[in-house]
């Protein structure tokens, strides 16, 4: 029986140039030298080495796509597509979720924080030295943005100007270790709904920052936190209030970043899906059950090709998308409609190919430390987060003007 992969298709040169693949190549020796053999041992331990992160930044994986000035090297998003699917296929969404969580943090602070904040807090994140974070979620709701409740009050005048923050996040991916943290906050305390809503960067060792490790199903390697702020003194020139340095922009800045988040996270759901895919034909034909390899069983040839279709289907989703990003082809709203449904469509494989998996292995796949466990565990998170399957469907459902 042949050991060929389905998924060894010559690189598709209408979606990607020859550095894009010669990046891909670069990134999947990464994930397979300096993750897939920890990924087992990082879950168990419920942490990853934090030197993993200049490992990563001195491959460009941290710098990628934001400003020279700052320590990046600018970027289309058809790099991070490849760096999420290639990462992925470590399995260990915890690594990943947590390696990555600078690009939901930072992308405000360069787009809305003053040149000063930017010089000072970008460069040391993308050199792997600090961790950054975002928080939105709070314990009264994740999908309801406009209805967060934790507050900043400005008080002060001149260089003694500063926010006083009081309030929670929960779920927040880097949350125990990350040393600069973009909060959402309310700075208009009268306002109600989107309005009222401000980005401001809270450092970690800010007095007043409590924070508490998470347990969870999945993602055991990232530091989920609940983070609460109690009359935590933040300095004025942290508000990400662009050039008029003014409150409120927060709510946009926030839309904004998801769109960017969805479609990682969708290229992700795609690479996990295909380590599952992977794992379980290696399996199917090395298992032998009544006289035969388990892939010469019918049912399980048949579940084996549902697999490969999901992931082939969501990937060519994903790689046209991407491409229209990067041309800007097609009208906006249709674009975000777009990036929503892509990242259903890749979610949605992953469930799939996730719970094949498992049943292709029988008992090995309940057993720890096999990808298909761990992706098991990690599928629901990646359906949740950043915008949930429901929420997702509204948004696409509006932007289409159905
Ligand atoms: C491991 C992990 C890491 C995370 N990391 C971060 C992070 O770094 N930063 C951060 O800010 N957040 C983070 N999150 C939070 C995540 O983004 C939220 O969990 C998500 O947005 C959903 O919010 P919620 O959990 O409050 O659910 P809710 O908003 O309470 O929703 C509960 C359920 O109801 C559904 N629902 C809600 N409203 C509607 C509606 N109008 N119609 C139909 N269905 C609806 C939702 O789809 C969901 O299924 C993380 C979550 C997890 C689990």
């Known amino acids: 029986m042949s050991n060929a992969s389905p998924f060894d298709l010559p690189p598709a040169p ?62 289309d998003p058809m790099f991070s597509v490849i760096a999420a699917e290639e990462l992925a296929r470590a399995g260990t969404g915890g690594v990943q979720a947590s390696l990555g969580s600078l690009h939901i943090g930072l992308p405000p602070v360069i787009a809305l924080g003053s040149p000063a904040l930017k010089a000072r807090i970008v460069p040391p994140v993308l050199r792997g030295e600090k961790i950054a974070a975002l ?19 400005r008080q002060g005048v001149g260089g003694g100007a500063h926010y006083v923050v009081d309030g929670e996040k929960t779920f927040i991916t880097s949350g125990l270790r990350a040393d600069f943290i973009t909060v959402a906050v309310r700075t208009d305390p009268a306002s109600r709904g989107a309005a009222g809503i401000s980005l401001l960067l809270v450092e970690g060792d800010t007095p007043g920052l409590e924070r508490t490790e998470l347990k969870k199903t999945g993602w055991w390697a990232s530091d989920t936190a609940h983070l609460r702020f109690d009359g935590c003194r933040v300095p004025a020139t942290n508000l990400l209030g662009g050039p008029d340095e003014a409150e409120g922009q927060g709510f946009r800045a926030i839309m904004r970043n998801f769109n960017h988040e969805r479609l990682v996270m969708a290229a992700s759901a795609v690479g996990y899906a295909q380590a599952c895919t992977e794992e379980a034909l290696a399996w199917a034909r090395e298992r032998r059950t009544f006289g035969r390899a388990l892939a010469e069983h019918q049912v399980i040839r048949h579940k084996l090709v549902d697999m490969v279709q999901r992931v082939e289907v969501a990937r060519e989703f994903v790689h046209a998308l991407a491409w229209r990003l990067m041309h800007g082809a097609g009208d906006e709203a249709l674009l975000v409609a777009r990036t929503g449904m892509a990242k259903i469509q890749a979610t949605q494989a992953m469930e799939f190919c996730a719970r094949e998996a498992v049943q292709i292995l029988g ?40």
């Open 14 to 75: 209408h979606h990607f140039s020859p550095e894009h693949e010669a990046f891909r190549a670069t990134v999947r020796s990464f994930a397979e030298r300096e993750i897939a053999p920890f990924a087992a041992e990082w879950d168990e331990a419920g942490t990853f080495p934090r030197s993993l992160y200049a490992k990563a930044a001195a491959l460009g994986l941290l710098g990628m796509g934001y400003p020279e000035e700052y320590g990046g090297t600018p970027a």
């Open 363 to 402: 008992g090995m796949g309940y057993m720890r430390g096999t990808k298909s466990e761990r992706l098991y565990r990690e599928v629901k998170v990646m359906v949740i987060g950043g915008g949930s399957e429901e929420i997702l469907k509204d948004l696409a459902a509006r932007q289409l003007g159905l």
């Open 135 to 153: 928080a939105i979620t709070e314990p009264g709701g994740g999908s309801d943005v406009a209805a967060l409740r934790t507050t900043a009050r």
